[in-house]
């Protein structure tokens, strides 16, 4: 039960996230405005089922705690694997446009933004 | 303090960040640790990996009673086993006013040979909320700060990311070692944000009484003292000054199932033992709640009779004990436990980037301006993270490979383990001085070949190694010790397989650290 | 040097004043809405800690040091003149 409800709120993750990230792994992808919230609503939706599960399963108290843990763990495991994946799909994809890409974080940032 | 509040908070963040980073780092890394406290404790004492009954009776606990009675303790905590914790704990205070703590085997009442070891629950654990500084409370106040500190920094963390929803999933290795710091930084510290603030807030919120005791003496002057009586319900009376003795530990528990309806006690706490007005103080076990509830009963000690029974029903006494409850984490669920392990290794990982990604950033300015500054909190990161690891490992390999009741140079094992914990802690910071981005390498070594050795020296002194202790359910504490050790291992030497190669590809300035 | 007297006032005096804003907001619980002390006294505890967080942030924020000192210094001036008047009046 609780496997199968960390798949939902780590898919559902994923799905929340495919908008922003997708273009790193597909390059020249774009997607439109309404598939986007599709997605995103999708997600949300996933996470806000399995809330409801996990206080079914686990009681009211237990319930919302594991789920705010899993949530933050299991985004945590999004994130990694869309880390890594570029390097397994890359060979497998058609290779990008000559023309820079329209996701922000391939233009390359000023290095300090962030410090003084 | 800077013409835009993002500028003041990006001043805030960096500053508080350096300077309490390693401190931070060490609180989290020993908190994290304290997770599996007890599990630890089974591991450095190997006496106490006993079954634990699920028919345990009470008074099985006489024996230890009677051992504090005859050490003339004005008052004996007995703790209740549990799985966690198979044997039962007595605690009291020898006659030369030294405190003492024995435990007893939960079957027959026999105590268990003195385990020469303090083990995580009294050196890792209060490493964790007083930095094991006792002197005036100072470490309390240190860590209370440091709390604090923690959530400024989580705020003015989020202050400064920009874009930190289009970030969200952000973490890309592959590009330079800076860029690839912060990515993790932000991953998690944004993913695992609610955990390190509800994290830092409930810790604080446990000794609220000791941080911000203002609004407790405002509303009771002279009367501080009834605040516990008032909030929790606490009874107390002196001894009556005449001999009697204890009914048996059954009859006590029963009357105060009988004030709690179900769940069974944690702890005895008899005070005037021996005496005719002894009674016992018994709290019910918190393992079915989040709260870490504070439900006491007063129990007469000789005749067995209920005194007095109180728990907080009033909202705010109710929510303290909750939010301590998400931080004590006493309740008995392992999903949610190995979640927290999981999550405060997260937070020991943004600390530890953190302070990476200061020393990257600051590395090469500093060295052209010929300023030390980045080149000491270098030698001070390496010491406060990988050094922490080495030494608490140090900690637990002295544990297996000193016999018990050896002593080095009239030390008994007990007291030489912290002292070697805190001599390789300093080594450390030696090693990183003396080797500056070249120490990571060396340290992510020595952290596989001491995990590795601890498994094998668990192996070699007590017989339970990983397959046997996988098998055989009571030893489950320690395969999951022994596996989360060899699992650090392999990660450890690919990550000093992995600086090597950069170091010997890249030039003397790109020498640079990996998080773990 | 300015850097480490504003971040002494804003970690010393901070607490004093969060000290000072929490035992006035407990007397004010008990005295006008009738709180039970115990309670009024565990409230205002926690939210010290939310209360020193706020102030700490704004101590850093704050551009000018006399602005901070000056309007920290009577935040706390304030609570104490109040806890002293409640103090009157309740006993």
Redesign the interface.
Known sequence: M?ATLMLFAGWSLMAA?QP??VSRIVRHAHLSGGIRIGMRSAGTSLQLFALVLLVRTEGP??GP??W??????S??A???I???L??FTAPTLPSPPANGSAH??DRPRA?????? | MEPTFR?SM??LH?WSGVVLGSLLFAIFWMGTLSVFDKEIDRWMMPASRLAWPADFSYDAMRPAYQAALAAKSPSVLLLVPNERTPVITGLWRAADGSFAQHMFDPRTGAELPDQGTLGASRFIYPFHYSLNLKVLGIGYWIVGLCGMMMMALCVSGVV????IF?????????RKI??TM?DLHN??GV?????HVVISVSGLVILFSLYFPSSIWAVYRQDARLFGREAYGTFARPPAKRPADLVSFDTIVASAKSAWGQGEPNYLYVFNPGDAAAYVQLNRSSED???NISHVAYVDGATGELLSAGKPEKPAAVTQR?IAG?HFIQ?R?W??RW??F??GL?GCVLIATGLLF?VE?RRDRHRTLGRSGARVVEAVTVASVTGLLIATLAFMVTNRALPLGTSVFGVERGVVEPVVFHLIWLLSLLHAWLFAGRAWVGQCRAISVLAGGAVLLNTVTTGDHPIRALADRQLWPIAGIDVTLIISAVIAALAAIRLARRGRAGTGSSMEAESR | MRIFVRTALAIVGGYVGTSAIIAALAMIAVAMVGMERSEAATLGSMLGFVIYLGLMIWSFAEPALIRMTLSLGAVTALSLALIVLLGRYSS
């Open positions: 609780i996230s922003k990230q108290s237990f705690l594991v705010a843990c899993l949530l933050s763990i985004a945590m999004v994130a990694l869309l880390a890594w570029p390097r922000r974080s290095a300090g933004t962030a410090i003084r | 500028a990006n001043w960096t400064i990311h920009r874009k289009t970030d969200f999933f952000t973490f890309r290795p592959e800076r860029r912060l991953v998690a993913l695992g944000l609610p955990f709640v989040v709260s909750f998400l309740f669920h999903t949610l979640l927290y999981g999550l997260a200061w950033s």
